[in-house]
């Protein structure tokens, strides 16, 4: 009679040794649990072995961001993040392999007690580039109340809504809206709601409200908020703050199926064609040639563009291929030797793999260029660093056509705040103007439809008289990948 297989034999979960409902990983074949289903979103439960696996370790980014090699000695892994998050996710009861040799580091430490923070593990608070452990979090929190909006426990009494367009209570003699509406979002909202949520309560210590502020606090900040779109405030954070870091949120693929068809990567190409195997001679001004500026022009625009266009004396008058000559500079694929522009060794290499330069060159537009160079408006450099987040919008909202206004409505929902920074920059437009005309300008068409994450359907076109729908284009799914 033949034996059947020895329970010794099963496959088990190499992590945590479970038997039942198993599956492979994708990145190394591993078997695993297959429990990803029971994890529940924003709650960051380390519950299941599929999920830790796949959000928590270097393998799981390794193959996710699809670099090539061993995760162990991969070079993009070991950029992507800071050296104790790198050992973190290279060691950790989540791998089925571990770093042999991880580098060493300094230990974070509490600003306020100097405590050892494990930045993997450890509850803790950051304020800007001050960590605090969670029991000094905890003691300072009364403090911080009553420095933000009175006493701990205090709750101001109901009040009657304040119009938009009435004088603002705090006496600035401007109206509420252009003042302090809006400034209850972020770290002032979640103070007042905590404010409201302790009324009522008894409390029979300082202790005993320190807990429930930090759990309430916890919970704001692991729920989806409306103001962001559904992403959450600890998302945002990550999203603001860490873009190319963030591997449980968001994943930037290191190869398209194809080098796209949009604006930046057409005159990439033409550039790039020119330059070939001989260089392309700069001017004495360090520009590209003014022959090969005008017939670029003449390759990229339309003939109903063309008539919108100056005449090009230089390469700063065609302003698409003087940024696209930048960036390939920030990017490292173009430099000059002896008064040539020529292709580097990383260009030449990217080129002969198919769609693997594109994302370099779109990273180095986002990370590397400054996108208010030469719009003429003010700095508000929250425009930029929030490019992921309106990569979310588009992603969320692209499907179907939106005028400008719809994103530039939730982009000021989500950043109130930035009016602050126009109050005093144009007489002739109110600040919400110049903000809405900065985010379109910059963001929308200098960005989205520049680099062909959004395509354009213009109904005006004129140099002051412009109207146009917008839309996601295929790219856009290729070119990035949530997970929130």
């Given at each position: 009679?033949?034996?059947?297989?020895?329970?010794?034999?099963?496959?088990?979960?190499?992590?945590?040794?479970?038997?039942?409902?198993?599956?492979?990983?994708?990145?190394?074949?591993?078997?695993?649990?297959?429990?990803?289903?029971?994890?529940?979103?924003?709650?960051?439960?380390?519950?299941?072995?599929?999920?830790?696996?796949?959000?928590?370790?270097?393998?799981?980014?390794?193959?996710?961001?699809?670099h090539?090699?061993?995760?162990?000695?991969?070079p993009?892994?070991?950029?992507?993040?800071e050296?104790?998050?790198?050992?973190?996710?290279?060691?950790?009861?989540?791998n089925?392999?571990?770093?042999?040799?991880?580098?060493?580091?300094?230990?974070?430490?509490?600003?306020?007690?100097?405590?050892?923070?494990?930045?993997?593990?450890?509850?803790?608070?950051?304020?800007?580039?001050?960590?605090?452990?969670?029991?000094?979090?905890?003691?300072?929190?009364?403090?911080i109340?009553?420095?933000?909006?009175g006493?701990?426990?205090?709750?101001?009494a109901?009040r009657?809504?304040?119009?938009r367009n009435?004088?603002?209570?705090c006496?600035s003699?401007?109206?509420?809206?252009?003042?302090?509406?809006?400034?209850?979002?972020?770290?002032?909202?979640?103070?007042?709601?905590?404010?409201?949520a302790?009324q009522?309560?008894?409390?029979?210590s300082?202790?005993?409200?320190?807990?429930?502020?930090?759990?309430?606090?916890g919970?704001?900040?692991?729920?989806?908020l409306?103001?962001?779109?559904?992403?959450?405030?600890?998302?945002?954070?990550?999203?603001?703050?860490?873009?190319?870091?963030?591997?449980?949120?968001?994943?930037?693929?290191?190869?398209l199926?194809?080098?796209?068809?949009?604006?930046?990567?057409?005159?990439?190409?033409?550039?790039?064609?020119?330059?070939g195997?001989?260089?392309?001679?700069?001017?004495?001004?360090?520009?590209?040639?003014?022959?090969?500026?005008?017939?670029?022009a003449?390759?990229?625009?339309?003939?109903?563009?063309?008539?919108?266009?100056?005449?090009?004396?230089s390469?700063?008058?065609f302003?698409?291929?003087?940024?696209?000559?930048?960036?390939?500079?920030?990017a490292?694929?173009?430099?000059?030797?002896?008064?040539?522009?020529?292709?580097?060794?990383?260009?030449?290499?990217?080129?002969?793999?198919?769609?693997?330069?594109?994302?370099?060159?779109?990273?180095?537009?986002v990370?590397?260029?400054?996108?208010?160079?030469?719009?003429?408006?003010p700095?508000?450099?929250?425009?930029?660093?929030?490019?992921?987040?309106?990569?979310?919008?588009?992603?969320?909202?692209?499907?179907?056509?939106?005028?400008?206004?719809?994103?530039?409505?939730?982009?000021l929902?989500?950043?109130?705040?930035?009016l602050?920074?126009?109050?005093s920059?144009?007489?002739?437009?109110?600040?919400?103007?110049?903000?809405?005309?900065?985010?379109?300008?910059?963001?929308?068409?200098?960005?989205?439809?520049?680099?062909?994450i959004?395509?354009?359907?213009?109904e005006?076109?004129?140099?002051?008289?412009?109207?146009?729908?917008?839309?996601?284009?295929?790219?856009l799914?290729?070119?990035?990948?949530f997970?929130?």
């Amino acid at each position: 009679m033949a034996r059947g297989k020895s329970d010794a034999d099963s496959p088990k979960c190499g992590l945590c040794g479970k038997k039942k409902k198993l599956t492979r990983t994708e990145c190394c074949g591993n078997w695993i649990c297959d429990d990803e289903d029971e994890y529940v979103p924003f709650s960051y439960e380390r519950n299941s072995c599929y999920r830790n696996h796949n959000h928590y370790t270097l393998c799981g980014y390794h193959h996710n961001e699809h670099h090539p090699g061993d995760w162990k000695d991969c070079p993009e892994c070991r950029k992507a993040f800071e050296t104790e998050m790198y050992v973190y996710y290279g060691t950790n009861e989540y791998n089925f392999e571990k770093l042999e040799d991880p580098p060493a580091y300094e230990p974070t430490r509490c600003a306020v007690c100097g405590k050892i923070i494990k930045l993997g593990d450890d509850g803790f608070t950051q304020s800007g580039n001050d960590y605090w452990c969670e029991s000094c979090a905890r003691k300072k929190l009364p403090d911080i109340l009553a420095e933000r909006d009175g006493p701990l426990i205090e709750v101001p009494a109901k009040r009657a809504k304040i119009g938009r367009n009435d004088p603002c209570p705090c006496g600035s003699g401007k109206k509420y809206k252009r003042c302090c509406l809006g400034k209850q979002t972020g770290t002032a909202g979640v103070f007042q709601d905590l404010k409201q949520a302790m009324q009522g309560k008894e409390f029979g210590s300082l202790k005993e409200v320190q807990a429930f502020a930090d759990w309430h606090t916890g919970q704001w900040n692991r729920a989806p908020l409306d103001d962001f779109a559904g992403v959450s405030p600890e998302q945002m954070f990550r999203l603001l703050h860490f873009p190319f870091s963030s591997p449980h949120l968001v994943a930037f693929p290191p190869r398209l199926s194809a080098f796209p068809d949009a604006p930046m990567a057409r005159l990439f190409d033409v550039l790039t064609k020119a330059i070939g195997e001989d260089g392309l001679k700069a001017t004495a001004t360090g520009n590209l040639p003014l022959n090969f500026v005008r017939e670029s022009a003449l390759v990229y625009f339309s003939d109903e563009e063309r008539k919108l266009q100056p005449g090009l004396r230089s390469e700063t008058d065609f302003f698409d291929l003087h940024v696209v000559r930048i960036v390939s500079g920030l990017a490292g694929f173009i430099r000059k030797n002896r008064g040539r522009f020529v292709l580097t060794a990383r260009c030449r290499k990217l080129l002969s793999q198919e769609g693997a330069l594109y994302p370099a060159l779109f990273r180095a537009f986002v990370e590397k260029y400054n996108w208010a160079f030469r719009d003429g408006y003010p700095d508000f450099r929250i425009i930029q660093q929030s490019f992921l987040f309106s990569l979310w919008l588009f992603r969320r909202f692209g499907d179907e056509w939106r005028s400008p206004a719809f994103y530039e409505d939730r982009f000021l929902r989500a950043f109130p705040t930035v009016l602050s920074e126009a109050e005093s920059e144009r007489d002739y437009t109110t600040p919400e103007e110049t903000v809405r005309s900065c985010y379109a300008w910059r963001c929308l068409e200098g960005f989205a439809v520049f680099t062909g994450i959004l395509e354009v359907n213009w109904e005006k076109r004129g140099i002051l008289n412009r109207s146009f729908t917008l839309r996601k284009t295929a790219l856009l799914d290729e070119i990035v990948s949530f997970h929130l």
